[in-house]
């Protein structure tokens, strides 16, 4: 059964950097666009980044637009998020997401909290 685990998250300062890995297992990530969301404390699961699985096109929300580069390692089974210049504001569980066709398959979440 295809599976993604989240790693990397964790407390870092304003203004500081993380990197996010989801590693994916049992899933060929050529037939699935991938997204990363995050989920604030009282607020609505939101979308971060997301990487086309046509033509390979990233996305990006206005809030992290300049800030966060999502990419892949297809050879690796693993997609990531580089977090730079954090704010208090980026704090939440950040959750990854493979969506085929049939299919939209989610990590368990992994918690970044920026400190001001």
């Known amino acids: 059964q295809a599976q993604l685990v989240e790693s990397g998250g964790g407390l870092v300062q304003s203004r500081g950097s993380l990197r996010l890995a989801c590693a994916v297992s049992?899933?060929?990530?050529?037939?699935?666009?991938i997204a990363w969301f995050r989920q604030a404390p009282g607020k609505e699961r939101e979308g971060v980044s997301c990487?086309?699985?046509?033509?390979?096109?990233?996305y990006y929300g206005d809030s992290v637009k300049g800030r966060f580069t999502i990419s892949r390692d297809n050879a690796k089974s693993t997609m990531y998020l580089q977090m730079n210049s954090l704010k208090p504001e980026d704090t939440a569980v950040y959750y990854c997401?493979?969506?085929?066709?049939?299919?939209?398959?989610w990590g368990q979440g992994t918690q970044v909290t920026v400190s001001s």
């Open positions: 990487i086309s699985s046509s033509d390979g096109h990233t």
């Open positions: 997401n493979a969506e085929g066709v049939l299919t939209s398959i």
């Open positions: 049992d899933l060929d990530l050529d037939y699935y666009a």
